[in-house]
């Protein structure tokens, strides 16, 4: 691998471009230092704290820290994430936008558009009501200070910070690597790594009662780590090859057709989409009570349902009622096939692929084209869900589970290395397929 990024620095545009991007993460990495004016960090740094969970955790990586800090990169790319996200859902709702999206690269640029504007209103959204909530709580510093003035200020810094960010994730992705917004994400979510393996050393291996203890500790999760990031790649990577027959015509005097190929269905069709929203589904209620004073708790109904759906209180065996807190990781399992049954739907369209199959003269061998063929592929793309979604969940759970009977508090989970994995692996296909352009060997084949 040293050889190949050896050899990929000798040649002039791919130098160029890993050195643009090298450079613009370190803007996003100094950006997330800085403060925004009229914010009480230590507030935030106690509040985060007293929240760590996968969940809040799982945001705060995504911020890089910024969260956190309460910095001007406080939202970073969630906006753009979630405009992304509802643009696609309104692609399927809405005929016209349907219509753009299969108006070629014209109607492409068109939806980005239209999701860029719609990044910018969540984000105004997002930064008012988080500097509201927040004022409630005192984390807003008012030093004699209209609120409206304070409100202004951090609204337009949260806003312009996460537009900025849009800005230059597109820049990486035409003059970088490419994947500009998953390279911010990712180096958003390392950032915060080296802090959580030196709180894991300290707490299992430097702090064990002895130096077998500590070996043995070091060693385990060594070993959880190794087989989670060995299971995202195994996931990542299969996929379900349907074969394709496509009929002989005879265009002129010449015979065309007649070739064979096949649909790759990947078995982890949704990505990490439908961990994301099963953990912003569930504590989107522990963030809004926080706002009102209302932390989750084993007294009371309402602070009792929080508790059972903060995931750092699952698998907690050292706790009296473990199990029915325990709960919370059921439905977190629930949501996560649901959501990605759900997710696929509205991405992979059975009847549109038969019906372009059937224009094209081609068949799946065995199956008559037509309603046949859409309801082979609703079969067959079932069945792969499931497995995916299980393959999810258990990828998604490992963590979990060894933070809940350890009682480690890190910001990363299975999501954050299936996101830092995912990423990674497309990275370097991208600096390979460059690589073999300019017949150099690429990372995959080292």
Sequence with gaps: MFKTLRNALKVKDIRSRLLFTFIALIIVRIGSALPVPGVNQEYFKIWIESQMGEGIGFLNALTGGSFSRMSIFALNISPYITSSIIMQLLTIAIP???????????????????????????????????????????????????????????TCSFTAGSAFLMWLGERITQKGVGNGISIILLINIVASMPSDFYNLYTMFVKGASNVVNGVLAAVVILAVIAVTIVLIILLQDAQRKIAVQYSKKIQGRKQVGGQSTFIPLKVNTAGVIPVIFAVSI??????????????????????KILYMLNQSNWFNIREEGAFVYT???????????????????ITFNPIE????????????????????????????????????????????????????????????????????????LETMKQVESQMLVRHYKGFLND
Excluded: W
């Excluded at 988080?130 to 609120?147: E, K, R, S």
């Excluded at 709960?327 to 739907?345: D, E, K, N």
């Excluded at 003269?361 to 067959?380: A, Q, S």
């Design 96 to 154: 016209k936008l349907e219509e753009m999206q299969k108006d070629g690269e014209d109607g492409r640029k068109k939806i980005a558009e239209i999701s860029r504007y719609l990044t910018i209103g969540l984000a105004v959204i997002e930064s008012a009501a988080l500097t509201i909530g927040f004022h409630n709580q005192g984390a807003v510093l008012d030093a004699g200070t209209p609120f409206v003035a304070h409100l202004f200020v951090i």
């Design 282 to 303: 569930m504590q989107f209620p522990i963030i809004i009570c926080s706002f009102f004073g209302i932390q989750p708790a084993r007294a009371y109904v309402l602070p």
């Design 327 to 345: 709960l919370g990781a059921v439905i977190y399992v629930v949501l996560i096939l649901f959501f990605a049954y759900f997710y696929t739907s």
């Design 353 to 424: 692929v038969a019906n372009n199959m059937k224009k094209q003269g081609g068949f799946i061998p065995g199956i008559r084209p037509g309603k046949p063929t859409t309801d082979y592929l609703n079969k067959v793309l079932n069945y792969i869900i499931f497995i995916g979604a299980i393959g999810l969940t258990i990828v998604a759970m490992i963590p979990i589970f060894f933070c809940g009977i350890s009682g480690a508090q890190v910001s990363f989970g299975g999501t954050s290395l299936i996101i830092v994995v995912g990423v990674l």
